[in-house]
């Protein structure tokens, strides 16, 4: 039986992000677990720079892959905001790649290669980050000199750091060391210069940043042409993220009228307002998920705060109808994993009610809805 209570999770404004100057206070963000989904890493979430500014010193994981996506502060016109990062990386922390970032944007930090700091150049409004780790661990290592000037390596995932101002507790990460509310530009300028007069400009990593692809789709005119799409593997390797940015502007509805299934595919459908700086004062709509374990048993998921409707591998999903949209509506559909992914529908094939899959290139042992689905291909091939 399916839990519709588990299936939506309204995002909390939780406000630990409150002392770190430079950024929105609360962060917009989910991370799954085995209470939503067993057996399935994911976690994603905006990290909203506010001001000129840097994110975190050079480091690798040894054993993840490291995405950022960076974009504006209005995903209302996510081609048109304007901002800039620096984004460091490189084989050592001395000399790194400096790539500067003016599009919405992906970058891969390979594991075991050193990335950051992240440097936020122009911030008009915000500039959002979105963070996303692939592998078998997150730690991190990074070198730093020893009393006597010795480089030594830090592996951080083997030990527990410590709050700077309470060292019997653990720290929490509430910004109040390492941040600056009095830092000024020309301070974060100062302290980049070492970074920029070392720099790389060999070119070894240029692959790893890519510009997010506008994607002129067949949704309708409720949802902004073009979207921004990345395509997972298809545009990136190594990446096993798939998702758009959908700006719908009035109420509509999306998907199709009969039920399907991402076979063993997990979706995770973000919904949010468009302004990342304040996504919840942004968000003024109703919209209603259709989501069963059988196509012929669904029931509506119904929501008018932002949050993450969440679909487990297995799980039907009908029409997204958005009832009302008083203010454009950020939907970004999440596919985590690198499994390809393939639609199923329920048909009645001689009186037998049968799977059919919409992708022949995963047909090995074809049923008798198969063997209709294909028929169909064939006949619209041959009328072409």
């Not at 690798?60 to 984004?87: C, K, M, P, Q, R």
């Amino acid at each position: 039986m399916l839990e519709l209570k588990n299936r939506f999770y309204p995002f909390p404004k939780k406000d630990n992000k409150i002392n770190w100057a430079g950024y929105a206070p609360y962060r917009m963000e989910f991370f799954n677990d085995d209470s939503f989904v067993p057996d399935v890493d994911f976690g994603q979430g905006f990290l909203v720079a506010t001001r000129v500014g840097t994110m975190d010193i050079p480091h690798i994981h040894d054993g993840a892959h490291n995405f950022f996506v960076f974009t504006g502060a209005d995903l209302a016109d996510i081609f048109e905001s304007e901002f800039e990062v620096a984004f460091c990386i490189g084989d050592t922390a001395q000399s790194m790649e400096i790539y500067d970032i003016t599009k919405p944007s992906i970058v891969w930090a390979p594991a075991g290669v050193f990335h950051s700091p992240v440097y936020f150049k122009k911030v008009k409004r915000g500039v959002n980050t979105m963070l996303q780790y692939v592998g078998t661990t997150i730690g991190r290592v990074y070198p730093r000199e020893d009393s006597e000037g010795n480089e030594e390596w830090i592996y951080e995932k083997d030990m527990i750091r410590y709050c700077v101002k309470d060292p019997s507790s653990p720290c929490t990460f509430c910004g109040l060391c390492f941040t600056d509310p009095d830092q000024t530009e020309e301070d974060v300028r100062k302290y980049m210069e070492p970074f920029y007069k070392n720099a790389s400009t060999v070119g070894k990593y240029k692959h790893c940043v890519m510009e997010l692809r506008k994607d002129h789709h067949t949704l309708g005119d409720a949802v902004k042409n073009p979207r921004c799409v990345f395509k997972g593997k298809e545009d990136m390797p190594n990446s096993v993220l798939q998702f758009s940015f959908n700006i719908i502007t009035k109420p509509c509805e999306l998907g199709d009228e009969q039920p399907v299934s991402n076979g063993q595919a997990a979706e995770f459908l973000w919904f949010s307002g468009c302004d990342v700086v304040e996504p919840w004062e942004s968000f003024d709509a109703e919209i209603e998920v259709m989501l069963g374990d059988d196509p012929e048993d669904m029931k509506p998921v119904t929501f008018d705060k932002p949050g993450m409707v969440i679909v487990p591998p297995g799980t039907w999903r009908g029409k997204i109808t958005v009832r009302r949209a008083d203010k454009p509506v950020c939907f970004i559909p999440f596919y985590p994993g690198d499994k390809k992914r393939y639609r199923l529908t329920r048909e009645t094939v001689n009186g037998k009610k049968v799977l059919v899959y919409n992708d022949e290139t995963t047909i090995t042992d074809p049923t008798p809805g198969d063997e209709l689905f294909l028929q169909i291909r064939r006949d619209r091939r041959s009328s072409d």
